[in-house]
Nanobody, 113 residues
Framework: QVQLVESGGGLVQPGESLRLSCAASASIFSIYTMGWYRQAPGKQRELVATITNGRRTNYADSVKGRFTISRDNAKNTVYLQMNSLKPEDTAVYYC???????WGQGTQVTVSS
């Protein structure tokens, strides 16, 4: 069974950074567009960033200039570098390969002073 496992979440103060990782259990994910989504309490899940197998990236306006998505196909891993974090970035962050329907279990990111 294919799995996506996120890690790297935690509690940080505003202005600090975190790097999330998403490890895929199958090398086949190297051919797919990968993405990060997030869901805050009481809100719908929203797109954060995507990266194609050609490393073309796309970002939500709310994170442009602060977040960077990248991938290492040799390690079947996708990353989300989050800088200058704000309280409104607080959410559960999910990794997905959108065209496959596979999702990770999520990792909590909390930004609070």
């Amino acid at each position: 069974q294919v799995q996506l496992v996120e890690s790297g979440g935690g509690l940080v103060q505003p202005g600090e950074s975190l790097r999330l990782s998403c490890a895929a259990s199958a090398s086949i994910f190297s051919i797919y567009t990968m993405g990060w989504y997030r869901q805050a309490p009481g809100k719908q899940r929203e797109l954060v960033a995507t990266i194609t197998n050609g490393r073309r990236t796309n970002y939500a306006d709310s994170v442009k200039g602060r977040f960077t998505i990248s991938r290492d196909n040799a390690k079947n891993t996708v990353y989300l570098q989050m800088n200058s974090l704000k309280p409104e970035d607080t959410a559960v962050y999910y990794c997905t390969a959108p065209s496959t329907g596979y999702w990770g279990q999520g990792t909590q990111v909390t930004v609070s002073s």
